[in-house]
């Protein structure tokens, strides 16, 4: 028992490692070498685990893959209108790609991987905003004109924007307030009558933004 203790800790220990180093360097860069030095574990330890780079590159993709997994299941507990549903699937991806450095490598990974097609990632999440989308429709929370693909196409730039920032160093809270104002300026438009339920986007302090540039109000880092 102990020794299965160990082992699963050394290999959350590893993926963690090649979270940070795919984080910082991609894909391509984040070799067994760099995850070995980031880990404080040995090549053979790291051999144990996975047979390869692309065993543990496949393992970080995964790890992001269930964090959707889990997204979509949590969607049936929430006795909500679809749209509003939607909105706070966006808000809670938005936390795990800033919190989270193995879902956002595991996005990475996606993108890296994808040789010039759509990452299957970002497919994946096409397909449960869809399936929203279609569900707000049916429920009469989404309006009757609106277009599900034009709607998810935005989304999804949002969501790869929100990927990209928390990858440099002083811009991870900026990400809610560029996804409330989305849904501040979006939700209108969406709905048939007034807007579903949703927080009200974040003001940004006039001396800056972010850890570098001053002070952000705390509806900035309160609403996602």
């Known amino acids: 028992m102990v020794r299965q203790q160990r082992a699963v800790r050394s290999r959350e220990a590893i993926l963690r490692a090649a979270a940070r180093v795919v984080d910082r360097h991609g894909l391509t860069a984040a070799t067994l070498d760099r995850v070995s030095v980031e880990a404080g ?10 047979a390869d780079k692309n065993a ?11 964090a959707l997994d889990r997204m979509a299941a949590a969607r049936t507990c929430r006795p909500a209108p679809a749209l509003t549903t939607m909105v706070e699937t966006t808000r809670e991806l938005a936390r795990a790609l800033t919190d989270d450095v193995v879902v956002r490598a595991g996005f990475q990974v996606s993108c890296d991987r994808a040789e010039g097609e ?3 990632l970002r497919r994946r999440l096409s397909c449960l905003l869809v ?23 935005c ?20 990400h809610s307030r560029v996804l409330e104002l989305f849904w501040c300026v979006t939700l209108p438009e969406l ?7 949703h927080r009200k986007p974040p003001t940004q302090d006039r001396r800056g933004s972010g850890p570098e540039g001053g002070s952000v109000t705390p509806d900035a880092t309160d609403d996602l």
């Open 131 to 153: 399936g929203l989308l279609e569900e707000a429709r049916h429920d009469g929370s989404l309006a009757p004109g609106a277009a599900v693909d034009d709607i998810v196409v």
């Open 191 to 197: 709905t048939p009558g007034p807007p579903p339920t």
């Open 56 to 66: 543990l590159a496949s393992a970080l993709e995964q790890e992001a893959a269930r």
């Open 41 to 50: 574990l040995s090549k053979g330890a790291i051999y144990f685990h996975f």
């Open 155 to 174: 989304v999804v730039a949002i969501t790869v924007g929100i990927q990209m920032l928390a990858r440099q160093r002083g811009a991870a809270q900026v």
């Open 118 to 120: 759509e990452p299957v």
